[in-house]
Every structure is written in C-alpha cells, then in structure tokens.
DNA sequence: TAAGATTGATGTTTCAATCTTT
DNA sequence: AAAGATTGAAACATCAATCTTA
C-alpha cells in the first residue's frame, strides 16, 4: 500500500491546514498507485490484442469527433495533455502509419490541419472493444453505482489543477 | 473534461453489465486525466526546485525503510510499479549519482542488496518539504475530510488489478 | 528450468533551440 | 515579440536476448 509514506514528516504541527495531512498523504500515494496499475492494465490490454497504445485512441477520438474539417494540432494538445513537441511526434507517428493526415492551413500560414483517414476511423473501430473490455474487468466491474457518483464528484474538486 | 468517451459505443444493451457502462467509462476517463495532471503538476514543482523526479523519491523512501540492510532489487520492484530492466537502470543513475550503493548478496549469490547512503537521506529530505507543499497545493487543499475517506475507500476496491 | 539481474538495440519523451508566420 | 510547430541531442523506457546462480 501506501507508496510513499513519508516517514520524515515532522511530528504534526498544531497548523490548522496540516491537521489531517497525514491522511491526504496516504490517500495521494494511493490514488497514484491505483491509477498507474490501472493504466498499465489496460495498456496491457491493448497490447496484448496487437494493438497501439491508449495516446493513440484518445487522438483518434478527438478528431474523428472534429469531422471532415479536421483539428489544429494547438487544438488537440488542449484535449490531451500533451506537450508541443511531443504532439508533433505523435502525429508524425500516426500520419506515417496512415491513421490520420496533415496539411497546411490555409486561414493560418503557422498552422496545420489534422483529419482522420478511413483507416484511421477502422482502427479506433478496432481498438474500442478491446478497450472497453479492459474498462470493464479492471475498472468498472469493481465499483457500483454508487462509488461511480462519489468519485467523480471527487476528481471534479481535482480538475482545476493548474491554478495558482 | 471526458478524455474519451466513447461515441462509439453501441446503442446501450439490455445487457445488465453494462447498463451503467457509461457512467463507468466517463469516470475512468475523469480518473486518467486527473491523475496524470496531478502528477505533471507535481513533477513540474519538484523540477522548478531543482530536484530528481518522483520515482527518485519513492526508490529512496523505500530504501532508508529498509535501514542498513538495505533491499534486493527484487524486493524494491514489488513496491514501486517498475519493471526488472527498468529498475535495474535507475539504481544505475541512483548509484552514479551516490545516493544508493549496491554490492553483491551474500545469501544469494544471483542477487544484490542495494542500500541508501548519507548523501541520499540527505536528498529525501530537501525533496520531501518540496513534495509535501505540492501535495497540499494541488491535492489535499481541495479536499476535505469526508472526500478522502470516499476516495481512499473507492480506490481500495480497486487496488488488486492484476487479478483475473 | 526458473529467478535475479543486466544489456544492446530500438522507440519515445524531454530540453533547448530553431523556424515561420502573426 | 509571441504563437504554432518542428527538430537535434540527450535522457529515459521498452523489447528481446543474455548471463549467472538456484
């Protein structure tokens, strides 16, 4: 359990805002632990059925949301959290592998336009089963109703994270 | 928000197992996203203070735990979710920078004992205030003690991903 | 044969610098 | 100067093969 508990911590002071850190310490590592065991499990997954990483399907998905007109990479990178430079390769990788295409603006002489190809579309369509298989089985199928309500409430008090 | 939900998705079955299938998945998609920003949030302010990543710190926690006898390797990996050939090279850049030092079993003459030294409990403690403020600003602040007992509670069920 | 651990080759991420257009 | 995007070099991660001892 618990993946770091800091043994140093200084022996609880009376400040009002470190009263229960100990609990939110322990509640952190776990919460990071959980989340990279799950994100390997289901990257597992998808290896495992001859299938690229979850980067990929999250690019896909967001433009095959973005329709014909396609996505500025700028645009993507706000979807995801991707660095710029890291963005770039990405596309570099997918567009080499067919999935999706590339071409100058032509509103924006700085940008590019990003589209989804039809062997793009038949992958994503490849990749959802098998990804919504490992959902289930590390994921969903251990948590009601009930736990899904709490815990999105939860992470919706995380989200702002850049702040401040 | 959804990092990826799934337009794909079919039409919703009678299936009882996946009556609340959406849900799930906006959940999980909620879960990734989070933690991975928590964790970029983090890492960037143990960065900006000019201190090793996360991973530095878990290793040596574990390691000054263990005391003068140190840890196998293989004992380490249990803890931290890391595998043998990943490991093996971060005790490499560990010891190259002189805050673990390894040397040969004496039981078992296959393995190793990896042990912390003065200059890494030194280390751990400058990384730690650095670490516990960030904790506080992007996680514990935001949350209260209700949350955490919810939070801690859910991410117990699901903890023994490898199962099944 | 399996467990503990490492390594060469390859792929990916990161940093810092760069280039073009706004 | 700032925004959009890329790139060389360096750091790190991954795969598959290897080595040693149990």
Chains 1, 2 share one sequence.
Do not use: C
Request: aromatic share 4%; net charge neutral.
């Amino acid at each position: 359990m618990h993946l770091h508990r800091p043994e140093y911590m200084p022996r609880m002071t009376r400040d009002p805002g470190t009263l229960s850190s100990e609990a939110a310490v322990d509640a952190w590592a776990q919460m990071l632990r959980v989340s990279q065991a799950l994100l390997d499990a289901v990257e597992g997954d998808l290896k495992a059925a001859g299938l690229p990483p979850l980067v990929w399907y999250d690019a896909l998905l967001e433009l095959r949301r973005a329709g014909p007109e396609g996505l500025r990479p700028v645009a993507l990178q706000g979807q995801m959290l991707l660095a710029q430079y890291n963005l770039s390769r990405l596309l570099a990788r997918l567009e080499l592998e067919g999935v999706v295409v590339r071409r100058p603006s032509s509103e924006d002489g700085r940008g590019q336009v990003v589209s989804i190809t039809d062997s793009g579309r038949d992958l994503i369509q490849r990749m959802w089963p098998v990804y919504r298989d490992a959902i289930a089985r590390h994921f969903s199928r251990r948590l009601d109703a009930d736990d899904l309500t709490q815990l999105s409430a939860i992470l919706g008090k995380l989200t702002h994270v850049a702040d401040r």
